[in-house]
Nanobody, 113 residues
Framework: QVQLQESGGGLVQPGGSLRLSCVAS????????MGWYRQAPGKERELVAA???????AYADSVKSRFTITRDKAKNTVYLQLNSLRPEDTAVYYC???????WGRGTQVTFST
């Protein structure tokens, strides 16, 4: 059974950082096109970062230069490093195998004011 599980979310300070993790079972991330998405209350889910099978990356303009997607093949884990966090980054963050449409259940990132 394929399962994806996100972790690492939490309450962050202005300009703070978090590292989100997505650990998979039943699937090897290195042979899949991976994405990190987020969804804020009342808004549509949006793609914020992606990594191709070969390790190439792409980012939404809103997070470019602040977020970084990485992969650890040995741990079968994909990460999203969130830096310089802003209030508008508050959302539930999900990982996904884009072509196969396997989703994790999400991890909450909340900005503290």
């Amino acid at each position: 059974q394929v399962q994806l599980q996100e972790s690492g979310g939490g309450l962050v300070q202005p300009g703070g950082s978090l590292r989100l993790s997505c650990v998979a079972s039943g699937i090897i991330f290195s042979v899949h096109f991976m994405g990190w998405y987020r969804q804020a209350p009342g808004k549509e889910r949006e793609l914020v970062a992606a990594m191709t099978e070969g390790g190439g990356t792409a980012y939404a303009d809103s997070v470019k230069s602040r977020f970084t997607i990485t992969r650890d093949k040995a741990k079968n884990t994909v990460y999203l490093q969130l830096n310089s966090l802003r209030p508008e980054d508050t959302a539930v963050y999900y990982c996904r195998t884009i072509h196969e449409n396997y989703w994790g259940r999400g991890t909450q990132v909340t900005f503290s004011t």
